[in-house]
Every structure is written in C-alpha cells, then in structure tokens.
C-alpha cells in the first residue's frame, strides 16, 4: 500500500519537470528562430521590412498618377472654356471697342467705353470721398453764407453752446397765437 501513493506522488513530480522542460524548449527554439543581423551577408537591415524598391515604384506611381490628373483637368477646363466661348452671344455692332474676352474686362474699359456722365465707376472710393466730405463739414468752422454772415461749427462745441446758453424760448405773446391757432385747426377738425 505505501507503494501506490509513491508513484502518485512521482508521477505528479514527473508533470511538472516534464512541463518546465517542454517550456524551456520552446523558449529555445523561438531564440533560435529569432537571428540577429543578416546571416546571407546582404547588409544589417531585417528582410521583414520594405525593400527600397517597392516604396520607389509607390512614389513613381503616385507622381505618374498626379500628372495624369493634372492633364486630365486641364483638358477638362479647355473643354468648358471653348464651349463657354461659343456659346456666347454676338456683341452688337453699335458697340465700339469691344475686348476680345467679353467675360473677362480690361482694367480701364469703362473710362474709354463709355460716354460721360458715367456712373459709380469706383463705388467704394466715391463713397469713401462723400464720407470724408461730410465729416469734414460736421467737425471743422467754415462759412454757409458769408455775406449773410452765417457760419458752421463742429457739433462737439454746438453742444456746449446748447448747454451753456439753453434752448432759445419764444415769447408769450408769439407762443398765445401758436396754441390758438393750434386750438381752432383742431377744433375745426
């Protein structure tokens, strides 16, 4: 009887060696699979990686790819242009000086196109100058009427004049005949 328990017990022992030695194995081999360097003498980089040659066919394609399409939009755009040109309408004989392109205008064609008065010719330069004027007339002293000796002033000092001075009051008398005469359109209403 104190045999079968040694051999339960040996055999429990003989798993786990045989375990620890099947895990050094594999331990070894997969050292052994991993080599270090290049051992076929082709230089020090690992096989696994990109070769130079495919990344340079990638670039040669994409550069072919890229000029392919650039090409290809270009002679779409050509297409467009010459079908946009024809299909524009003929410009009337009474116009002179007509520029080739019509849909493209030269930089000075209105002032030599067109008779005088023209009409806003610079927007935002004419708008600029009207502003300018009128601020120049709101915040400066100059003369409205010289011989009736009527004059302007800036609206800052116009302001405190108002202050200082008051609002001008018209008589009793004046302002009797305003309220009576207020008083006989409303009744008559």
Known sequence: MTCKPKKFLSTAQDIK???????????????????????????????EDLSPKSILYF??????????????????????????????PPVSPLVTNVPEDTRHVAPHYPQTAFPDPRLEEDERNQLNGIRRAEQEKL???????????????????????????????????????????????????
């Open 59 to 88: 670039l040669l394609v994409l550069a072919v790819g890229t000029v392919v399409c650039v090409v290809m939009i270009g002679g779409v755009y050509d297409f467009l242009d010459k079908r946009e040109k024809a299909s524009q």
């Open 17 to 47: 060696e045989r375990e620890l030695k099947k895990n050094e194995n594999e331990l070894r081999q997969m050292a052994d699979d991993t080599q270090h360097g290049n051992p076929e003498g082709h230089g020090d980089f690992e096989r």
């Open 139 to 189: 915040y400066s002293y100059g003369w409205v009427d010289q011989q009736a000796g009527t004059v302007r002033i800036p609206i800052e000092r116009a302001m405190d004049l108002l202050i200082e001075r008051g609002l001008p009051v018209r008589p009793q008398q004046e302002a009797a005949k305003g309220e009576g005469s207020e008083a006989a359109t409303t009744s008559s209403e």
